[in-house]
């Protein structure tokens, strides 16, 4: 089951490629399903699981008769909220240069907001990871990651937590998140955040909250993320069901 996790989002990611710019871009739909998995050397259930997949994100419609039918309308879209991407891919799907400005590894303990989100006792033990990415070396968003402490197995470094925060979760909790619930609501620069943004006290930015939970309903971590105005188009796809 892990093999098969990271060869389907590979395959996801050669598709979405040959559809934007790839042998696709200039078709309206994609081959049968026994060529397009023969040319990707896959079997026909990993294509078809690859598939329904795109098409619940809105990338493709497959249709009776008609075949598998390439939204561009959607797939031309530059950031999608409502599909979960790391930080300098998102940077980098807006034409520009990502980095990491910095991380920063702090012991702490849970406020009472933390606390209910996280579902453990104020006071707990966390671990705190605040990070800045760049794109084209200017401040593009900030997050603070926390982590109960107890989840965490084995001995790790800052170093372990430069990378995306799933790799830690991974790595060192045993934790694969399953879905997130975010709040998205207007935020204001106080005078830390004016700081890191280099922006004045006040300026608008976009806060968004999100609480990670594994596929058995349990909060594995909280996310605060801010992101400046000016460097994404966010957008959100909502299916009529």
């Known amino acids: 089951m892990s093999d098969q996790l990271p060869r389907s989002k590979t395959i996801r990611t050669q598709l979405l490629a040959a559809m934007r710019d790839g042998a696709y871009a200039n078709c309206d739909r994609l081959p049968r399903e026994s060529a397009l998995a023969e040319s990707m050397s896959i079997s026909r259930t990993q294509l078809r699981d690859v598939l329904a997949s795109l098409e619940r994100e809105g990338f493709i419609t497959r249709r009776h008769g008609v075949g598998t039918v390439i939204n561009r309308h959607v797939l031309d879209i530059q950031t999608r909220m409502d599909i979960e991407l790391e930080f300098l891919d998102m940077i980098r799907q807006s034409g520009r240069k990502p980095a990491v400005a910095f991380v920063r590894v702090e012991d702490d303990e849970a406020d009472a907001d933390v606390a209910r989100k996280l579902h453990i006792p104020a006071n707990?033990?966390?671990?705190?990871?605040?990070?800045?990415?760049?794109?084209?070396?200017?401040?593009?968003?900030?997050?603070?990651?926390?982590?109960?402490?107890?989840?965490?197995?084995?001995?790790?470094?800052?170093?372990?937590?430069?990378?995306?925060?799933?790799?830690?979760?991974?790595?060192?909790?045993?934790?694969?998140?399953?879905?997130?619930?975010?709040?998205?609501?207007?935020?204001?620069?106080?005078?830390?955040?004016?700081?890191?943004?280099?922006?004045?006290?006040?300026?608008?930015?976009?806060?968004?909250?999100?609480?990670?939970?594994?596929?058995?309903?349990?909060?594995?971590?909280?996310?605060?993320?801010?992101?400046?105005?000016?460097?994404?188009?966010?957008?959100?796809?909502?299916?009529?069901?």
Do not use: W
Not at 135 to 161: F, Q, S
């Open 124 to 241: 707990a033990p966390v671990i705190r990871i605040s990070r800045l990415c760049t794109a084209d070396g200017k401040p593009a968003i900030y997050c603070e990651d926390i982590i109960e402490k107890a989840l965490v197995n084995g001995t790790y470094t800052a170093r372990d937590l430069k990378f995306p925060i799933f790799h830690f979760l991974g790595q060192f909790c045993d934790v694969t998140p399953y879905l997130d619930l975010t709040d998205v609501r207007p935020g204001l620069a106080d005078v830390a955040l004016s700081e890191i943004f280099g922006l004045p006290v006040g300026a608008p930015l976009l806060r968004m909250d999100e609480v990670d939970y594994d596929i058995d309903g349990k909060p594995v971590f909280f996310s605060r993320q801010y992101f400046t105005d000016g460097i994404f188009n966010l957008t959100v796809m909502r299916k009529k069901l």
